[in-house]
């Protein structure tokens, strides 16, 4: 978490720095359209995107934060009206026990590098951290950067959540005398949809 706030911080710092250079722009997080999208075994759902933004120079990202709130885990495939009380039950139990909202409230993405590879198609590669884990990842994404906003929308994302020390009910470390040896998959999707809207200065 310390890691997570010394960055932005600096992201703020580059903000105001450079809000008197004409060719230095920032483009703030739009929390209400962003969003991370998850697919694990049968369920898919989704997770919101709070804080954040892009640091651009002369229409050139060159750097990037954003944090993922743990406790907004929601759970898409099953309706309320069909399962009643079963989807609270199990969208806090991946907060709580998979992956430990309270003790770890936020994920984060930091951006370390982006190559275009052709038209609006670029090559992201950054640091991710969840429960408390630091891993680089690196997908393609397509993101298309406009004078007031940038959008960026990443392929599937496989991830293997033991790399984040997430064992919850994994094959791996499966908890067989409370689960009657039920696991859930390690491997999980996750699709990144960002939208930013640059700040005056």
């Known amino acids: 978490m310390k890691k997570i706030l010394v960055a932005f911080t600096l992201i703020l710092f580059m903000q105001s720095v450079f809000a008197q250079d004409g060719d230095w722009s920032f483009y703030r997080l739009d929390s209400v359209q962003s969003k991370v999208l998850w697919k694990c075994d049968k369920h898919n759902g989704s997770i919101k995107v709070v804080d954040g933004g892009f640091v651009v120079h002369k229409q050139q990202i060159e750097a990037g934060l954003f944090y993922i709130d743990m406790r907004t885990i929601k759970d898409l495939d099953m309706s309320v009206k069909q399962y009643g009380t079963a989807v609270m039950i199990f969208e806090n139990t991946l907060k709580d026990e998979f992956f430990e909202d309270k003790k770890y409230p936020y994920s984060a993405f930091e951006l370390i590098s982006i190559e275009k590879i052709e038209n609006n198609k670029y090559s992201v590669t950054g640091d991710f951290t969840l429960h408390g884990i630091t891993n680089?990842?690196?997908?393609?994404?397509?993101?298309?950067?406009?004078?007031?906003?940038?959008?960026?929308?990443?392929?599937?994302?496989?991830?293997?959540?033991?790399?984040?020390?997430?064992?919850?009910?994994?094959?791996?470390?499966?908890?067989?005398?409370?689960?009657?040896?039920?696991?859930?998959?390690?491997?999980?999707?996750?699709?990144?949809?960002?939208i930013t809207k640059k700040e005056d200065k």
Do not use: H
Request: with cysteine.
């Open 136 to 194: 680089c990842i690196s997908f393609d994404a397509e993101i298309t950067i406009q004078e007031d906003m940038i959008k960026m929308t990443s392929n599937n994302i496989v991830l293997d959540r033991t790399d984040w020390g997430v064992y919850r009910m994994s094959p791996q470390r499966p908890y067989s005398d409370e689960e009657n040896g039920w696991t859930v998959p390690d491997k999980l999707e996750i699709k990144i949809e960002i």
